[in-house]
Structures are given as structure tokens and as C-alpha cells.
């Protein structure tokens, strides 16, 4: 399959969850918004010099290709692996950027203020993490074998979920203080006993 068929191929399917477009690179912070957010998730592919509608416009400079670089290596901590490989159509080149889901997450994003942000992809969007998300990846680094025992917050917790609620609506009823709900629901959501939802552009918590 040549270049023109390989990246029509790959057009056609669309933006999701593993997979985004951009139609050129002019901030390598915004850039790496989306590298974070495939690291810390499921992985996946940009292509770079493809419109959101699929028209391909090309990557049109050398420096595109430098900013690129530095969204993977200098603005994402720690450094995401990232594979670059250039393609060539109609006179255009469009780069396809792959990103590996990271073993070390979260993967930050620096953003134009300097703060560090860790991101995640849900279908074609990329969202800032929760603070129950970076409390379960800390969880998913604790040893394997570990008991959830069931002591007085966590009851507490379990009591006043019903439904889906969000954390500020868990974080209220339980009358828990907000960073000990947090890791009581990442430990939950590790445990199976808790699952999470993204919906009218907010996180929602409920048991299973």
C-alpha cells in the first residue's frame, strides 16, 4: 500500500479514542496535551498536517516538525515515547506521530503558564484528569496482593453513594475530608467495588 492509500486509510476511520487531527503545530504545549492524554490512556496516533474535516494540507515547515519533537520530549514529563514517521502525498507531507501508552503514568503536559497537567482521551476529546485518576494511577503503583479493608470511612463512603454523583456531591454527603475521598474512591474503583463515567462534560462515581 503506498502513502496516498496508507493515510486515506487511516482518514476515513475518523478522530477517536485513538486518534486525533491536527491541522498544523503551532504551540508545542497544545500539542502536548494530546500526547499526554494517549500516554495516559490506551495510546494511539496524530496526524499531523490533516484538517478536522480529513483534508490533508500537509505539515508545511521544518519547524513543525521541531515542535513536534518538543511536545514529546521537552513539555511532557516524564518523556512520552513517541515514533515519528513522515509520509508523502500529493505533493504534501503529513507526519504520524504514535504514541505508547505510558507503564509510568500520569504523563504531564506543561501548559502555557508552566503547570504541569495530566491528561486523558475519552473518544475524540481530550480531558484534564480528575484527581481520583492521579490518585489511582499512585494506587495501580502499589504492590499487587494488597486487602481493601472495609473500616469506618469507607462504609461511610458506600453509604451515601447513590446514583451517579460527582466527587463535590460525594465529597458533601460523606462529610469526609476532600483528599481522603479522593483515595478512598481511587482504592474503590481498584477494587472493583466503584466505577467512573464521563458524561455533560464531568466525572461521575457510582457503585457497581
Known amino acids: 500500500m503506498d502513502d496516498k492509500h496508507y493515510l486515506l486509510c487511516l482518514i476515513r476511520e475518523g478522530e477517536h479514542q485513538q486518534q486525533d487531527f491536527k491541522y498544523r503545530v503551532a504551540d ?20 499531523i498536517g490533516v484538517r478536522d ?9 521544518e519547524e513543525e516538525i521541531y515542535m513536534m519533537h518538543q511536545a514529546a520530549y521537552k513539555y511532557c514529563k ?11 502525498t500529493d505533493g504534501r507531507t503529513i507526519v ?34 480528575s484527581p481520583v485518576h492521579l490518585a489511582l494511577w499512585r494506587e495501580s ?13 469507607i462504609r461511610q463512603l458506600l453509604h451515601v453513594m447513590q446514583g451517579c454523583q460527582t466527587l463535590n456531591q460525594i465529597v458533601r454527603l460523606s462529610r469526609l475530608p476532600r483528599h481522603k475521598v479522593v483515595s478512598l474512591i481511587a482504592r474503590l474503583i481498584r477494587f472493583g467495588t466503584v466505577r467512573w463515567e464521563y458524561s455533560a462534560q464531568q466525572f461521575l462515581f457510582s457503585l457497581i
Do not use: W
Not at 516524564?78 to 508523502?88: G, M, R, V, W
Not at 504531564?108 to 476529546?125: K, L
Not at 503503583?141 to 469506618?152: C, E, H
Open 96 to 129: 504520524v506521530a504514535t504514541v505508547s501508552p505510558s507503564a509510568k503514568r500520569p504523563v504531564y503536559a506543561q501548559d502555557e503558564e508552566g503547570r504541569m497537567r495530566a491528561y486523558i482521551r475519552i473518544a475524540d476529546e481530550n480531558i484534564m484528569a
Open 28 to 47: 508545542a504545549c497544545k500539542l502536548a496535551r494530546s500526547v499526554s492524554a494517549f500516554a495516559n490512556t490506551d495510546g494511539g496516533r496524530l496526524l
Open 141 to 153: 503503583q502499589k504492590p499487587q496482593g494488597a486487602m481493601l479493608v472495609y473500616d469506618d470511612d
Open 53 to 61: 474535516d480529513g483534508h490533508i494540507s500537509g505539515v508545511r515547515s
Open 78 to 88: 516524564p518523556e512520552a515515547s513517541i515514533k515519528f514517521d513522515t509520509y508523502h
